[in-house]
């Protein structure tokens, strides 16, 4: 069954989910466009691996040492010999640092023997569009080197909470489209001027994508829609999310708010259970 919603789900953007969205999303691209390419191309998806600061220290407020006397202290054994009690502690400084994995995906020509990167495709995660985060820095400085470069860049951003992220300049963005939750901007490197970019409000189903290759090659398309649909068949969502609860993160408009609450109604008594979770 598929998502309540005739695009966007957007309690899929809840930073408990939408990780597994992301990845999902990654990978069945991967097997989609990997159909319709063309000889010598080929996708490929990839992981950036990072260490982040996680702010709060996670260590519990208890000592699991009992310090009958201060650690370390010698004690004196029948025979006169000085022996250190046990365990001794050692206090080294605690850096709460976590290690975060991020896919992404990449098409490649091997036309000219070695494989040359061609299009450079990223699904926006939460982390991405978080001031102040390592992960946002990592990504805008990738990103401003794949528009320096002879390398097409599709950015999916179907996230409304953070900043401006895609390559697009926000203040061109906004002139042209106005507030869009969701869009999807793409940049070809023979064209560096110019950005093309697919808005997407809520209540659309999510568009028809066209992937550039080389220039002189035909590019190919791919339905965002009916692949959005089968990430959720197939992940936990359904079952994960109680539709029944409050509006999803962050805040709707009024309108917005009113307009889903009309979707999840018309799709309650056929499609959910007493708890609020899809059947």
Known sequence: MPSPFPGMDPYLEHPNVFPNL???????LEEEIQQLLPEPY????????????????????????????????????????????????V???????????????????????????????EVLSPINKSPGEQARGAYCKKQGELLGSKVHLLEFDLLRAGPHTTAVPEK?????????EYHICAHYFDQPDDFFIYPIQLPDKLPKVIIPLLPGDQAVEI????????????????????????????PL??????????????????????????K
Request: glycine residues 6%.
């Open 22 to 28: 992301h990845d999902r999303l990654i990978l069945y």
């Open 42 to 89: 080929f996708a490929k998806s990839g992981q950036r691996i990072w260490l982040e600061f996680v702010k709060g220290s996670r260590i519990p407020d208890v000592s699991v040492l009992r310090k009958d006397r201060p650690s370390g202290r010698p004690r004196q054994e029948d025979g006169g010999t000085a022996v250190a009690e046990l365990p001794v502690k």
């Open 91 to 121: 206090t080294a400084p605690y850096v709460p640092w976590d290690e975060f994995h991020e896919s992404f995906l990449e098409i490649y020509s091997k036309e000219e023997g070695e494989p040359r990167l061609v299009t450079a495709i």
């Open 172 to 180: 061109e963005f906004l002139e042209r489209f106005g507030p869009v």
């Open 223 to 250: 339905e965002l829609q009916p692949l959005f649909d089968r990430c959720y068949d197939r992940g936990p969502y359904r079952r994960e999310i109680n539709y029944a609860k409050d509006p999803p993160p962050p």
């Open 253 to 278: 408009s009024p309108e917005r708010l009113a307009w889903l609450k009309s979707v999840l109604a018309k799709n309650s008594a056929a499609n959910f259970d007493s708890t609020g979770n899809a």
